[in-house]
């Protein structure tokens, strides 16, 4: 199975801070790669797909890039409804793995 | 828009057969493929498998051993059957309707369901 290992685990920032989630594939996967936005209680939305394509209604201060083996997701301008954990996703081979999920905090 | 909502006992015991199924509403089950990922309390997500409206599946290996997912094109639903639980498979278990990737590949999950916490105890 891909290992999909993203970094930091967890962070603190500021509304209006630019921020970048950094995922590591541990073997290529082209850009087969997808982030999702998690609130308490409530179930993954997703955000990007194919590594930079945004999901319809999403916000364009919501970025992603990369392909092979390293991606980002930046947030341009932190709004407090962004303060979440995001997951990445490959879709390149099964079985379909995650990231172990970064969490964004307030500072 | 296409809507789904999990369904099923809150709580298994140890050894049992846990059960859940998915409700599609707003759209139709037909010409898509329909997955189950389950997300441990306090941990990160775990796809699970999934089934295409005309039933052929994809199981992760790590669980293939015990899940069954089917599909009932007549209610518009598809169901996950997993055995022999034990408390590890205590998880908020979602439903999601999986898309299609450039070259075919099964991609992304858009949209999901609200998630049904199933608690394996005696």
């Known amino acids: 199975a891909i290992r999909m290992t993203q970094s930091p685990s967890s962070f603190s920032a500021s509304t209006g801070d630019r921020v970048t989630i950094t995922c590591r594939a541990s073997q290529g996967i082209s850009s087969y790669l997808a982030w999702y936005q998690q609130k308490p209680g409530k179930a993954p939305k997703l955000l990007i797909y194919?590594?930079?394509t945004l999901q319809s209604g999403v916000p364009s201060r919501f970025s992603g890039s990369g392909s092979g083996t390293d991606f980002t997701l930046t947030i341009s301008c932190l709004q407090s409804e962004d303060f979440a954990t995001y997951y990445c996703?490959?879709?390149?081979?099964?079985?379909?793995?995650f990231g172990q999920g970064t969490r964004l905090e307030i500072k | 828009q296409v809507q789904l909502q999990e369904s099923g006992p809150g709580l298994v015991k140890p050894s049992e057969t846990l059960s859940l199924t998915c409700t599609v509403s707003?759209?139709?089950?037909?010409?898509?493929?329909w997955s189950w990922i389950r997300q441990p309390p306090g941990k990160g997500l775990e796809w699970i498998g999934y089934?295409?409206?005309?039933?052929?599946?994809n199981y992760n290996p790590s669980l293939k051993s015990r899940v069954t997912i089917s599909v009932d094109t007549s209610k518009n639903q598809f169901s996950l059957k997993l055995s022999s639980v034990t408390a590890a498979d205590t998880a908020v278990y979602y439903c999601?309707?999986?898309?299609?990737?450039?070259?075919?590949?099964?991609?992304?999950?858009?949209?999901w369901g609200q998630g049904t916490l199933v608690t394996v105890s005696s």
């Open positions: 089934i295409y409206y005309s039933g052929s599946t």
């Open positions: 707003g759209g139709s089950i037909s010409s898509y493929y």
């Open positions: 996703q490959q879709y390149y081979s099964y079985p379909i793995t």
């Open positions: 194919a590594a930079s």
């Open positions: 999601a309707r999986v898309r299609i990737a450039a070259a075919g590949k099964l991609g992304w999950f858009d949209p």
